[in-house]
Structures are given as C-alpha cells and as structure tokens.
C-alpha cells in the first residue's frame, strides 16, 4: 500500500487531566528501522496503566488509590517520576499499549513475506542480552497504539489466527497477558483462588485462564455484576465489602491492594501464594511479617513477562479456548470520552478503540 506522510492520532501533552489528551492530523508516520514492521493500527483498548500514565500515579509521591490519584497527579502536571519505570517520560507521547493490526512495511532485515499479516504486538517487550529483566512498553517508553500508524520491533508483533473481530483481539495484549503471568507465576492448577478486582480487564481475564487450568475461582466483585461474573467462569463470588474467609485460598491473584490487603493475606491457607500486578485501592499497605512467616506464605510481585506470555494467550485463542470479553467500543477521536467510562467503572471486561 502506498503510505501518506502523516496520519491521525491522539497525543498526551504531559501529566494531568483530559486536557491533555490531543487530537492531531499532522503527525509524521513512523519509518520502520532495522529489524522494526509498521503496523496500520487497526484497533486498540484502554487500560488502567493508560490512566495511570496520564495522571502520574506511579509517581512516590502519590499515595492513594487509582481514583484519588487522577486528583492528586492532575494538580501537579510537572511530576518527574509519573511513569511506571520511574523515569521522566518524553512528550508529546502517544499512548496506546493495546495494538491489533496489519503489517505495511518492513525495515532491513525483516521478510517482505511479513507484510499482510494480521498481528498483537507484545505490549510489555522484555529483555536483552545486557539486560535480561530489562522492560520496554509500548505507549510508555515509546509511541504506542493510539495513531493510525505504529511501529514495533519485529519480534514483539505476533501474528495470529482468529476468528475474533479487530476490536476483539484487541482486548488481549496488556490485560490477558498480565493475567497469564500472574498465573504462571504462581503456577496455578486445579486449586482454590481468589481473583480480585474481578470485572476489569485483569480480572475478567485471570477468571478464564484460570478456568482452563481448572482452578476453583472465588471472584470479588460488587454484588450488581455477580451474575455477569459467574457466567465467565466464577464459582463462587465474594462482595468487596464481605470479610475474607480465614484459611481458604490456594492463592491470591490481586489488583487492588488497598487498606483491606493484610485481611487478604489472612485468607490464604498455610503455604499459600499470593500475586500482585496492580493496586487500584491504594499501594501503601501494612504487611504484619508474623503472618508472613508463621503461615508459610509466598508473596510475588509480577511486572516482567516472559516472551511465551502472548504466544500462549495466541494459542489459548487461536484453540478456541478462551471467549472475548468487549463491554463497549469507541471511534479513537473519542479516547477522552472511552477513558471517562473506563473511570466510572461500570462495566465488564474491556473498553476496545476502533480505529477505522
């Protein structure tokens, strides 16, 4: 296809609110380097990491919630540290973690027989020779999905099979593939756990993929989405305002933290595992270390991701063993308004950017 010079977008200007979110026609389309595809974005979603990113919540000094931390970050737009790695971030930045697409061009080194094919690109792309543990996201330390155009290196778009709409596979990237590490983190089979957080991206998610391996899956959602929980895979549900069962879980998959974690921990069974990829209740808990050690517990945090991670939610798709899980779709010029409802938190499963 004959490529234009420039192409639609939608930019972050800096830390703070909507405001900072722009609309633009004149941005230069990328050129692929070696070893790099451009990708026509086809569509893209939301995620919680995309708020997270706008407002500066990873910044230290940001102590509250996810929701609190939009008020707090918007008032301080200059935060240096309000990226996830704790490094400055470079703007104008087009955000965008979630990408499904189709190649267009390829720089040196990579086939022209690339070109066509329908692709994910591995939204957290992780390690190096140098540096094995080393983390590059796409929309974060470099332009992302939120633009007509994007590009990648080569390795980190994967092509795929699938049935599944644009929009559809677009869900999967960034939360499906978080909930995959989580899960094999831990290692979870055919046991109890408890997923939190259980109606958003993550959430929903870590209930399928659980599911698959067999594990028994108390959800913690809010009593109006029980029904909706249950029909992805939930045996049992357990409202966000119910105590935690003492000496229950296998283990723990968690995205909330927040004041109620050291009654979570209490849950788990001697010799339990607990795993983390998020805190939208609050990131400052109090860990009592006698319930650490005297119960034998195991605790992860899980950033890194191996590069299986998306291949095997590809396979899991392409098998027919997982279902998609869209709550609403949005034209990408009304990214402010997908990322309203996302903060309204309504909704089940993910809020998908269509892009054409």
């Known amino acids: 296809m004959s490529l234009p010079e420039t192409m639609f977008g939608v930019v972050l200007n800096g830390h703070g ?12 389309v990328p050129q692929p380097n070696e070893n790099e595809v451009l ?33 707090t970050a918007s ?21 965008g973690a979630d990408c499904c697409g189709t190649i267009v061009a390829v720089g040196a080194n990579v086939p022209e027989s690339r070109i066509g094919e329908r692709v994910l690109v591995r939204a957290l792309q992780c390690g190096t020779a140098d540096d094995p543990f080393s983390i590059w996201t796409f929309g974060s330390e470099c332009n992302g999905a939120f633009a007509q155009f994007a590009k990648t290196s080569a390795v980190h778009a994967l ?14 990237p960034c939360a499906y593939s978080t909930a995959e590490a989580m899960l094999q983190k831990i290692s979870l089979k055919d046991e109890h756990v408890l ?19 067999g594990a028994y899956i108390t959800a913690m959602t809010n009593a109006d989405k029980a029904e909706a929980i249950r029909a992805i895979g939930a045996n049992q549900i357990l409202d966000r305002n119910d105590a935690f069962p003492p000496d229950t879980f296998d283990a723990i998959v968690d995205v909330v933290a927040g004041p109620r974690w050291p009654d979570m921990l209490v849950a788990l069974r001697r010799g339990g595992r607990y795993v983390t990829a998020g805190a939208i209740a609050g990131p400052i808990v109090e860990l009592d270390v006698r319930t650490l050690y005297l119960h034998d517990l195991t605790l992860y945090g899980s950033t890194f991701q191996a590069n299986n991670i998306l291949q095997d ?23 402010r308004q997908a990322q309203e409802t996302f903060l309204e938190k309504k909704f089940i499963g993910k809020i998908v950017i269509r892009h054409t």
């Open 159 to 172: 092509p795929v099979q699938s049935n599944w709409s644009d929009a559809e596979l677009a869900s999967l």
């Open 313 to 335: 939610i590809i396979r899991y798709v392409e098998r027919g063993e997982l279902e998609p899980l869209i709550a609403q779709e949005f034209k990408l010029k009304e990214l």
């Open 17 to 28: 609110g909507m405001e900072q979110l722009e609309w633009r026609e004149d941005l230069v």
């Open 75 to 95: 008032a301080s737009a200059d935060l240096a540290d309000g990226g996830w790695s704790g490094n400055p971030l470079a703007f104008p930045l087009i955000q």
């Open 39 to 71: 990708i026509q974005v086809l569509a893209s979603s939301v995620n919680n990491t995309d708020i997270n990113t706008r407002v500066g919540w990873y910044s230290k000094s940001v102590r509250g919630s996810t929701a609190s931390g939009v008020d």
């Open 195 to 213: 997923i939190t957080g259980a109606s958003g991206g993550v959430g929903s998610a870590a209930i399928q993929l659980a599911k698959r391996r």
